[in-house]
């Protein structure tokens, strides 16, 4: 017997296959059951009668939720069925029943968050959230083959750092061997700085770590990065680069996830928008935007979420933000020749409101520059001798930026809160399960 995933069932309309999964949710009407089968790429419904296969009809019969089990069966195609195809069950073999006395704590009605999220080893199996991480799946995929194609080799950053990237507010402190003190990196930027004179144009991807105690929905404490950094590569550069990958992400998604999105009922006119060029309008732009619109943000200020919604809303595709003032960005940021209060910096903004999703920035390649900026940044010199390397053999200009892979993800699925799209969400106030 063939043995098939479900979701390419269509392609066996009329025979007789093998599906390996799951026991989803189960109906039952006299001498018909109706059970739903999952195996991971998507659902089946099924079919069994008493008179026609008892014996499977038998084994069904009062079976529990989420029981894993072998079934073979004829399939057809069914136009009321999701996924527009049924199996006609003729066989089942149970590979282990779940206990009448531990059923499944995930029934299919709606649950509290709190309690889903004490649940999440058993919660991804829902169709929802199994769809979503398959889209998680498809942007990294999509994501890494554009920046390959684009010439990028991927260098990967340390997760143990010695010293702080921006600063030691929000770093987690990990007790390293014989007493050293080390930290996970809430950033691979300084590193991939190196990479990037020895390689030309890099980009490391993997988690980084932030100890902030934001309780939103945008933010976690653990949470993945996608890093490109060029050398000889300026500001537009960069947001050439930005808007191309975005747009590569959203499109791989909306090409090869179109089953996905549909489960998440995801609006998909909205992201096939979502092509080069992307909007640009400056710092002190959008704070004429945010005047406009009733808000008292002035010069000088960070936005926070609602302001950069309310920036977001005039436009149907991601919006860039560049050139912000030095004051509030991070030390290493090139100054803009012209005028020294404003930063080579962009952040990139996602429609409906689920805010930055890329902040980037050209680099001060100047040595004694940049030592002025560590000292008024309060930073100690000792431990950025070797980023002071970059600066004294053959310094070049520079720029990269940071992507947040659950924001852009989240987003794309249009889920509320960013928890959902990754596996096991760290947060605040949850390291379980
Ligand atoms: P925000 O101000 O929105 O908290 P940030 O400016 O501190 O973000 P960066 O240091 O610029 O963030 O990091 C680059 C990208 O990483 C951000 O644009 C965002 O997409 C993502 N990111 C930053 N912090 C978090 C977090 N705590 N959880 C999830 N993603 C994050
Ligand atoms: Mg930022």
Same mark, same amino acid.
């Given at each position: 017997?063939?043995?098939?995933?479900?979701?390419?069932?269509?392609?066996?309309?009329?025979?007789?296959?093998?599906?390996?999964?799951?026991?989803?949710?189960?109906?039952?009407?006299?001498?018909? +059951?109706?059970?739903?089968?999952?195996?991971?790429?998507?659902?089946?419904?099924? +079919?069994?009668?008493?008179?026609?296969?008892?014996?499977?009809?038998?084994?069904?019969?009062?079976?529990?939720?989420?029981?894993?089990?072998?079934?073979?069966?004829?399939?057809?195609?069914?136009? %009321?069925?999701?996924?527009?195809?049924?199996?006609?069950? $003729?066989?089942?073999?149970?590979?282990?029943?779940?206990?009448?006395?531990?059923?499944?704590?995930?029934?299919?009605?709606?649950?509290?968050?709190?309690?889903?999220?004490?649940?999440?080893?058993?919660?991804?199996?829902?169709?929802?959230?199994?769809?979503?991480?398959?889209?998680?799946?498809?942007?990294?995929?999509?994501?890494?083959?554009?920046?390959?194609?684009?010439?990028?080799?991927?260098?990967?950053?340390?997760?143990?750092?010695?010293?702080?990237?921006?600063?030691?507010?929000?770093?987690?402190?990990?007790?390293?061997?014989?007493?050293?003190?080390?930290?996970?990196?809430?950033?691979?930027? !300084?590193?991939?700085?190196?990479?990037?004179?020895?390689?030309?144009?890099?980009?490391?991807?993997?988690?980084?770590?932030?100890?902030?105690?934001?309780?939103?929905?945008?933010?976690?404490?653990?949470?993945?990065? &996608?890093?490109?950094?060029?050398?000889?590569?300026?500001?537009?550069?960069?947001?050439?680069?930005?808007?191309?990958?975005?747009?590569?992400? +959203?499109?791989?998604?909306?090409?090869?996830?179109?089953?996905?999105?549909?489960?998440?009922?995801?609006?998909?006119?909205? &992201?096939?928008?979502?092509?080069?060029?992307?909007?640009?309008?400056?710092?002190?732009?959008?704070?004429?935007?945010?005047?406009?619109?009733?808000?008292?943000?002035?010069?000088?200020?960070?936005?926070?979420?609602?302001?950069?919604?309310?920036?977001?809303?005039?436009?149907?595709?991601? +919006?860039?933000?560049?050139?912000?003032?030095?004051?509030?960005?991070?030390?290493?940021?090139?100054?803009?020749?012209?005028?020294?209060?404003?930063?080579?910096?962009?952040?990139? !903004?996602?429609?409906?409101?689920?805010?930055?999703?890329?902040?980037?920035?050209?680099?001060?390649?100047?040595?004694?520059?940049?030592?002025?900026?560590?000292?008024?940044?309060?930073?100690?010199?000792?431990?950025?001798?070797?980023?002071?390397?970059?600066?004294?053999?053959? $310094?070049?200009?520079?720029?990269?930026?940071?992507?947040?892979?659950?924001?852009?993800?989240?987003?794309?699925?249009?889920?509320?809160?960013?928890?959902?799209?990754?596996?096991?969400? %760290?947060?605040?106030?949850?390291?379980?399960?």
């Amino acid at each position: 017997m063939t043995t098939i995933t479900i979701e390419n069932a269509g392609k066996y309309d009329g025979q007789e296959v093998t599906v390996r999964g799951w026991l989803y949710n189960i109906r039952e009407s006299g001498k018909l +059951v109706f059970p739903i089968f999952r195996d991971g790429t998507g659902i089946i419904q099924g +079919v069994c009668s008493l008179k026609e296969n008892p014996e499977a009809f038998e084994a069904l019969k009062g079976l529990t939720q989420e029981s894993s089990v072998i079934v073979t069966g004829k399939i057809r195609a069914e136009q %009321r069925a999701p996924g527009g195809y049924e199996m006609g069950v $003729s066989k089942i073999q149970i590979v282990q029943r779940v206990s009448e006395a531990t059923p499944f704590p995930i029934q299919l009605k709606e649950h509290g968050v709190d309690f889903l999220l004490d649940q999440r080893h058993l919660w991804i199996r829902t169709p929802r959230q199994a769809s979503i991480l398959r889209i998680r799946a498809e942007a990294v995929r999509s994501a890494r083959e554009f920046m390959d194609g684009q010439g990028y080799t991927l260098t990967d950053a340390p997760m143990f750092t010695p010293a702080a990237c921006e600063g030691t507010s929000t770093l987690f402190e990990v007790n390293y061997i014989d007493d050293q003190k080390a930290y996970l990196t809430q950033s691979g930027q !300084l590193y991939i700085e190196a990479t990037a004179m020895a390689l030309g144009k890099v980009y490391t991807f993997g988690p980084t770590f932030r100890a902030e105690k934001s309780k939103t929905r945008r933010h976690l404490t653990e949470f993945w990065m &996608l890093e490109p950094e060029a050398a000889y590569a300026e500001l537009p550069d960069m947001m050439d680069l930005g808007e191309g990958l975005v747009s590569a992400m +959203v499109q791989g998604v909306v090409k090869n996830k179109p089953r996905e999105l549909e489960t998440l009922k995801r609006d998909i006119k909205k &992201l096939e928008n979502i092509k080069p060029p992307f909007p640009r309008i400056t710092y002190e732009e959008a704070v004429g935007v945010l005047a406009k619109n009733g808000n008292p943000a002035k010069f000088g200020d960070d936005f926070g979420g609602d302001e950069e919604t309310i920036i977001s809303s005039s436009f149907d595709r991601p +919006v860039m933000v560049h050139h912000y003032p030095t004051a509030i960005k991070a030390f290493y940021m090139q100054p803009d020749h012209e005028r020294p209060d404003l930063a080579l910096s962009f952040d990139m !903004l996602a429609p409906e409101g689920y805010g930055e999703i890329i902040g980037g920035s050209q680099r001060i390649h100047d040595y004694d520059l940049l030592v002025k900026r560590l000292k008024e940044n309060n930073l100690p010199i000792e431990s950025f001798q070797w980023y002071l390397d970059l600066r004294r053999y053959g $310094s070049v200009p520079h720029a990269g930026f940071g992507l947040g892979l659950e924001r852009t993800v989240a987003w794309i699925c249009g889920t509320e809160h960013i928890r959902e799209v990754i596996p096991f969400p %760290r947060m605040i106030y949850r390291v379980y399960p």
